[in-house]
């Protein structure tokens, strides 16, 4: 599966979404993690819309949907907060589940197996949505300071979990990260390696920042999940670089 802006963008966008939905549905984030996520997703689901030649008319509808589930949750956010949330929430689902959509389809354009070209879009989508959605969330606690812990130590949890499940996926035949050792790309390959190892680590090391009591261990979580992101990012392009 090659690696194209409009696959990446579409990725990062509809993962954001998603993700950030689970996080909605707990009950305990306020409104504005949901603005500040769908400010993102938006522009990102668009100019991935645009990079595909406005090919992927579920893209459009997923930055639509995310700009009517923020202003929609910012005109109730006064008069009725919990209703907000609720309808933030439910925008913010289809948004995700329309973006999906439309990266599942891209993913199994020219795959083969489709099944895989699938696997590696979703598996993408998922680690980039986890690990930008957990930095957010750590800033977050700037203007919530007192969220509890569990809530961003669990999606650190899933972020660590998701990037190694695209790990597992880019490593599977019959075109894998591995085969580019042999067809001359071992440093593409190796600069995988060290990234996804690396990036599963720093998540590693912000998960137990959380155990230091104090909200000092909140931002020091949120800057190794800074860091973390970007090495996710480096991973998901690599190992798609290496396969190409």
């Known amino acids: 599966?090659?690696?194209?802006a409009d696959l990446f963008l579409a990725q990062w966008a509809a993962g954001m979404a998603a993700v950030c939905w689970v996080v909605q549905r707990q009950r305990r984030v306020s409104s504005g993690y949901g603005w500040v996520v769908g400010a993102l997703v938006a522009p990102l689901a668009f100019f991935a819309w645009g990079a595909a030649g406005a090919d992927e008319p579920l893209l459009l509808l997923s930055a639509g949907l995310s700009i009517v589930g923020v202003f929609v949750s910012m005109l109730q956010h006064r008069s009725a907060p919990e209703r907000a949330r609720r309808h933030q929430a439910f925008f913010t689902a289809l948004a995700g589940v329309s973006g999906l959509l439309a990266v599942t389809a891209m993913g199994i354009r020219d795959a083969d197996p489709a099944w895989l070209g699938a696997l590696r879009a979703l598996s993408g989508a998922a680690a980039l949505g986890a690990v930008t959605d957990a930095m957010v969330l750590g800033h977050w606690y700037l203007v919530e300071p007192k969220l509890p812990k569990r809530i961003i130590r669990r999606l650190s949890v899933v972020a660590g979990a998701t990037l190694l499940v695209d790990m597992g996926a880019m490593g599977l035949p019959p075109v894998?990260?591995?085969s580019a050792?042999?067809?001359g790309d071992s440093l593409t390959a190796a600069a995988w390696i060290m990234c996804s190892f690396f990036a599963v680590f720093l998540i590693f090391l912000?998960?137990?920042?959380?155990?230091t009591p104090g909200y000092a261990s909140v931002m020091a979580a949120t800057g190794l999940s800074y860091v973390a992101t970007m090495v996710a990012f480096a991973s998901v392009v690599a190992s798609r670089l290496a396969i190409a």
């Open 181 to 183: 050792f042999s067809d």
């Open 1 to 4: 599966m090659e690696i194209t």
């Open 206 to 211: 912000t998960v137990k920042a959380l155990d």
């Open 176 to 178: 894998s990260v591995f």
